[in-house]
């Protein structure tokens, strides 16, 4: 059989990639242009609410323990708005308020179970429905936006484009969109070198319920854990023992079993079982609880092993799972963070490169707004908590007149004034989790469509413009079929904005 030419097969492949531009049209409509944000937004909506509701479910006074507030359930409503009068518009739609200068949100509904009577009276036990407590700016297209599922001859009815892809939110009559935000991964070892030259092993761990930065760092020819919550640096062999690595074979083991790995861990066992004596997990324990710093986690009612058995569950590595305090794989993670420090001070070829697109991740609005709620709802439950203990501090007040859906709606512009002034100026202000960002909203840019679609796919790097780096800058391999390598603006910000088209193209290409 007589094979293809090579000008056949090179007209073939024309051919072939000539079809495939074809489906363009077909994947704009079913995907859309800025799906990432939508549907970041309804992950928000129908998944991240709940679990920051069940990691904050419960509010209990100081004053009186059998008091509490336990939420058990939360739902978003149709965008409305409250009219001065008194009368709330449950028809609003974007364009309205576009033109009247108000904010496109829906109320967020609670279900809480409360207690209203004392321990002497006998505590019953009381379910309120529904209860506001603020409201969310609506992403337009989202499920819960008016516009979802409607044609385009429903969307000119209410005075909206059918080519407008949606993903940004209306603030105070401004169009306001969230944008990429570019930043390292999460629950991911990177080993780097610190200010002093000397190699570290750093994850900064998060989960709904806690965010923590824990490091491997050197010392002297020693290995040690760091974290806040210690006074002074824990030695490794120590943190091993205390998460139940008592045999110093198995720490080993754990590490490697290459000799020049071990070779520099003679200095950290000497550390461990010489001067300090610490050779149980009980043993290692006691010494961590002696560690932790005033005020964190520190309770006069528990002993010093208690403390530290929780601080090594709830703080250190908190992404890792532990159950009935068993703490191997945890200590597994230690190991594998103490293997690539040390493999990175033999040889620099182990160090992460921060630039490489796989450390990093991309924060959409989702993500930026799920942190936002978890911060104000935060706020919101230790105002409410503020208030019952002043309530109840009060001598010859019976529990029972605590009206907790009162309460629950009194301070509900806590939430709504934060998403709004959040949204408005760009600053993401948090220092519950240390988040000073500004910059991450812009008005959406209506130069032209094309200006507009590039605006909503904009990413932002967090490293400071004045900085004279090439490296987050420059244009890495790894960013292939994510970023577009034209679309950065000239000067200063050369490299740190850019437009990401992997949702465009990449499941066409």
Request: hydrophobic share 35%.
């Amino acid at each position: 059989m007589k094979k293809p030419s090579a000008a056949a097969r090179s007209a073939k492949a024309e051919g072939l990639l000539a079809e495939k531009w074809r489906l363009l049209p077909e994947f704009l409509h079913a995907r859309g242009l800025v799906k990432q944000h939508i549907k970041s937004y309804d992950h928000l909506i129908s998944v991240e609410l709940q679990k920051i509701l069940e990691a904050n479910r419960e509010v209990r006074s100081e004053h009186s323990p059998s008091f509490f507030v336990k939420y058990t359930k939360i739902r978003i409503g149709r965008p409305e708005f409250k009219e001065e009068s008194g009368v709330t518009n449950d028809t609003i739609t974007p364009m309205e308020c576009r033109t009247r200068n108000l904010t496109y949100s829906a109320p967020i509904y609670v279900s809480v179970h409360y207690s209203t009577q004392g321990a002497k009276r006998g505590r019953q036990v009381r379910v309120a429905n529904d209860v506001v407590i603020g409201n969310i700016p609506i992403m337009l297209r989202s499920k819960h936006c008016v516009l979802a599922g409607k044609s385009d001859g429903e969307l000119a009815k209410i005075k909206e484009c059918p080519f407008d892809p949606g993903g940004y939110f209306v603030i105070k009559g401004h169009e306001k969109v969230v944008l990429v935000q570019e930043q390292l991964s999460r629950n991911r070892i990177l080993v780097e070198l610190d200010e002093n030259k000397c190699t570290t092993a750093q994850v900064v761990s998060a989960t709904h319920e806690r965010k923590s930065l824990s490091r491997i760092i050197q010392k002297k020819g020693a290995l040690y854990l760091k974290n806040n919550i210690f006074v002074s640096d824990i030695p490794i062999f120590i943190a091993m023992k205390a998460l139940g690595v008592e045999s110093d074979q198995e720490v080993v083991s754990l590490i490697g079993p290459e000799s020049e790995l071990q070779d520099r861990l003679d200095a950290s066992l000497r550390e461990s079982a010489i001067t300090h004596g610490v050779h149980t997990q009980v043993q290692a324990q006691r010494w961590i609880g002696g560690q932790l710093r005033p005020g964190r986690g520190r309770s006069f009612k528990r002993s010093k092993v208690d403390e530290a058995r929780e601080v090594m569950n709830s703080v250190i590595l908190p992404h890792v799972p532990v159950i009935s305090y068993d703490f191997r794989d945890k200590a597994i993670y230690v190991g594998l963070m103490v293997r690539r420090c040390l493999l990175a001070m033999n040889d620099a070829r182990h160090l992460s490169d921060k630039d490489y697109y796989g450390n990093k991740r991309l924060e959409l609005a989702g993500g930026l707004l799920s942190l936002l709620f978890e911060d104000l709802f935060k706020n919101f439950n230790s105002k409410v908590k503020g208030y019952v203990d002043k309530v109840l501090s009060k001598p010859n007040r019976a529990m029972a007149e605590v009206d907790v859906p009162r309460i629950l709606g009194q301070f509900q512009d806590t939430i709504t004034n934060g998403f709004g002034h959040h949204l408005a100026t760009g600053n993401w202000s948090l220092k519950r989790f240390r988040m000073e960002q500004k910059g991450v909203t812009e008005t959406v840019q209506r130069l032209s469509y094309i200006a507009s679609l590039g605006h909503m796919t904009r990413i932002r790097s967090h490293v400071e413009k004045t900085r004279k780096l090439s490296g987050p800058r420059a244009l890495q391999p790894s960013q292939w079929g994510l970023v577009c390598p034209s679309d950065t603006p000239e000067g200063d910000q050369c490299g740190l904005v850019k437009v990401s088209f992997n949702f465009i193209f990449h499941d066409i290409i």
